[in-house]
Structure formats: structure tokens, C-alpha cells
């Protein structure tokens, strides 16, 4: 069911939904979505005076939980449910302090020798300063761990008489110091966040935009799961794709039209992508699937594709029409709808000075509370009577959205 689908006053409410939310890049465990839809929840239906509960999940399947709501004088329920691959991500993080820095080398060196780096920046900075940050962080951390060891042996040495071997010794403990110091800084990575980014952005450089193969297995499991809700008696199957996880979204639901599991007088089916930074992966050479399925995606009737960001979100390409910027916008294209969460607007002055700086809780801001909010509700949108693309047939794309082409990798087979 798409915007430009005539239907029903009737047939465009929802009574029954199914959610399936696509998570970033995080090694944590699904229970974190379900308590941050818990408060948020409670603290958005408090705000705009409608009714949300949560419940357990009934079945098995993947991680989730049931939730009703009332709104407008309409009872919604919904299931949702978390497609983890939470495991392929801690085991991406497994590397060690010498792994670590043997990617920063590799990640660098992939996205400036094919010069996606340079033509990221021609889009966004703020993604740009967030990829950047993990190497100047490690690096800072190695001179940081040197001159510390340097320091401490340089004095102990002047503290004792001279004796054979004493460079040899300054040597072994000014570099048993730097492995402290590193094992230290690897420690407080909760803080810092540097290693956990260079792993992130080493995940994708590895395959140069491909998938890792027990990705693309895992993403046919989320496939047959999705292909499965379909079928059943969901007024919508709404796809949530967030930050990492709008591009999977993009090629599951690819895969998933191609194959003729969309039936037509099935439930309604919605994307709507959150975050996202498709551009990170789609400019690299070897991400000829994502750019096919960007290509197929942004011209397919079967659903309503909504992409929301928001300029005040430095770790995603706000704003940036992820199959326009992409350079393989078919001439049909319609979808995605652009649209801007406007932190600076939904967020009280007060509540926009405490985040500003948070960058990756303002990166999580689209599954959370606003207290001035515009257009943009999440639990309006997961748990309200309208469908995705009823919610936002009228609405128009936000005027400073970025269309332009900036990527040399354009082929798509």
C-alpha cells in the first residue's frame, strides 16, 4: 500500500500491527529497546494526552513485546520484535589492541584510496567528523601510552646508577608502560567510544561495502520472518531500520519484492528508515548489492518508504536522499520521503542544551520522547491507528533535503 494507492476511509486504519525493528551496529542486548520504548513511550503518550502499555510477548520467534495504545479514541495492538544480529556484532569486536590498530590502517586506507572519504564530506561533515574521530582517538591514545612510557623509564633511568643493558631496559619498560596505558584506554571504551566506532566502520571497509557472508544469511532469516508476517492478518508490517540497520532493511525488503513474497492483498507494508547512513557503505566499491537494491527500492509501488533525520544528528547523512546522493536514482523513482525530525524545533530549548553534545543519545533521539513534537512520532507511528503511508500521504519532502550525486561508484551488478 503506497501514498499514491487510492483506498478506504476504513481500509486505512490499523487495528492490528506488526513492528520489526533493524538495529545499528550494537552488541548489546535486545532488552535495551524494549525499556527504551517503555519510557519513551510513557513519557511521549503523557505529553501529547494518549494511552500506551506494554506487555510480554506471546510465542517464540525473535525478541519482542506486545504493546496497546489508544489514541484519537482508537485501539491499537501491536507486536514488536527486535531482528538481532547483535552476535555478529560483538564477535566483530573481538579483535585485539594490535587488531585494533591494524584496522584503523585498513579502514583508513579504503575510504581515502577509493576516495569515498572525500566524496562523503562533499554531503555531511558531522558523519564524516564521527568516522574520523576513532582514529584520531586511537592515535592520540598510542602517543598518549609512548610519551607516558617514554616519561616514566627516562626518569627511573636518571634515578639509578648506570648499568649494562639500561637503553635495552628503558625500551622494555617504557613499551610495557604503552601497553598499560592502551589496555587502560581499551577499558574506559564505555567514555571514549573509540574502539567501539573503529570496529563499526572496520565492519563495513573489510568487504568494501559488501556483506560479510553470515550477514547475508542472517538477512535471509530476517527475510523468511518478515515474508512470514505478510501473510498473516496484520492491518501493517511496519520495517524499522535504524542508523546500520536502514541499509539491511533496504536489501531485505529488495529481496523480498523481487521474490514475489509482497502479496498484493496482504497487510500494508511500511520502511521507515531512521538515522541512517547508507551513504558510509553505498559510496564504497564493492557495495554493488546496496546500490542495486537502493536503485529497485526507490521505485517499487509494494510499499511506503519514509527516511527520517535530523540535522542536529551528527553521525547520520541528514537529510540526504540515500538513493539520489548515491547516484542511482532510476528515472521513476518516488520514495524515499525525506523528512527532517528538527531536534532544534521538537526539543525544548532546555532539553536541546542537555543533548546537544550527547551525540549518540541524539543519535538514538528518533526512538525517544520529544517534548514540543512536529510531525515525527515514533509511537504514533508503531503503535497509531494509520498506516506509515496514511500518516504522511500529504506531506510534503523537507525542502532542504540534499538530491545531489556525489558517488564514483555508481554500478549495481
Known amino acids: 500500500m503506497t501514498a499514491d494507492q487510492p483506498q478506504t476511509e476504513e481500509a486505512r486504519r490499523?487495528?492490528?500491527?506488526?513492528?520489526?525493528y533493524i538495529p545499528g551496529y550494537d552488541p548489546i542486548h535486545p532488552r535495551r529497546y524494549r525499556e527504551l520504548y517503555r519510557k519513551e513511550g510513557a513519557a511521549q503518550a503523557e505529553i501529547s494526552g494518549y494511552e500506551i502499555a506494554l506487555a510480554p510477548k506471546r510465542g517464540g520467534g525473535p525478541y519482542g513485546w506486545r504493546v496497546r495504545s489508544v489514541q484519537a479514541g482508537e485501539t491499537v495492538e501491536a507486536a514488536v520484535e527486535v531482528l538481532v544480529w547483535s552476535d555478529i556484532v560483538r564477535d566483530s569486536m573481538g579483535a585485539s589492541i594490535p587488531e585494533t590498530y591494524a584496522q584503523l590502517v585498513r579502514t583508513a586506507w579504503t575510504y581515502i584510496?577509493?576516495?569515498?572519504?572525500?566524496?562523503?564530506?562533499?554531503?555531511?561533515?558531522?558523519?564524516i567528523i564521527a568516522a574520523l574521530y576513532p582514529i584520531f582517538a586511537l592515535l592520540a591514545q598510542a602517543l598518549a601510552g609512548v610519551l607516558l612510557g617514554w616519561g616514566i623509564a627516562a626518569a627511573l633511568l636518571a634515578l639509578l646508577p648506570p648499568f649494562p643493558f639500561s637503553a635495552l631496559a628503558g625500551l622494555v619498560l617504557g613499551a610495557a608502560v604503552l601497553a598499560v596505558t592502551l589496555r587502560w584506554f581499551r577499558a574506559k571504551d564505555g567514555k571514549f567510544y573509540a574502539y567501539y566506532l573503529m570496529h563499526d566502520y572496520a565492519f563495513t571497509a573489510r568487504w568494501g561495502g559488501a556483506n560479510p557472508p553470515r550477514l547475508e544469511a542472517r538477512m535471509a532469516a530476517f527475510a523468511d520472518t518478515i515474508a512470514q508476517a505478510l501473510t498473516e492478518d496484520w492491518d501493517e508490517v511496519l520495517v524499522v531500520g535504524h542508523s546500520s540497520g536502514a541499509h539491511l532493511a533496504v536489501s531485505i525488503l529488495s529481496d523480498l519484492i523481487r521474490a514475489g513474497r509482497v502479496p498484493a492483498t496482504g497487510p500494508a507494508l511500511g520502511f521507515l528508515s531512521l538515522g541512517q547512513v547508507v551513504p558510509m557503505v553505498s559510496f564504497l566499491p564493492r557495495a554493488t548489492r546496496l546500490r542495486a537494491d537502493l536503485a529497485f527500492l526507490g521505485a517499487r509501488p509494494e510499499l511506503s518508504w519514509v527516511d527520517v533525520t535530523a540535522p542536529g544528528d551528527g553521525c547520520a547523512f541528514a537529510l540526504c536522499d540515500p538513493v539520489k546522493v548515491t547516484g542511482v536514482a532510476p528515472p521513476e523513482q518516488f520514495q524515499p520521503l525525506i523528512l527532517s525530525a528538527a531536534f532544534t524545533q521538537t526539543l525544548s530549548p532546555e532539553r536541546w542544551q542537555a543533548l546537544r553534545w550527547r551525540f549518540f543519545r541524539l543519535h538514538f533521539q528518533y526512538l525517544c520522547a520529544f517534548d514540543r513534537p512536529g510531525d515525527y512520532d515514533y509511537f504514533r507511528i508503531t503503535a497509531g491507528p494509520q498506516t506509515l503511508a496514511e500518516r504522511f500521504r500529504d506531506h510534503p519532502p523537507s525542502k532542504s533535503r540534499?538530491?545531489?550525486?556525489?558517488?564514483?561508484?555508481?554500478?549495481?551488478?
Open 14 to 20: 490499523v487495528r492490528r500491527r506488526r513492528v520489526f
Open 113 to 127: 584510496a577509493s576516495g569515498a572519504l572525500f566524496r562523503l564530506m562533499r554531503l555531511r561533515k558531522g558523519p
Open 402 to 413: 540534499i538530491e545531489r550525486a556525489a558517488n564514483r561508484y555508481t554500478t549495481i551488478a
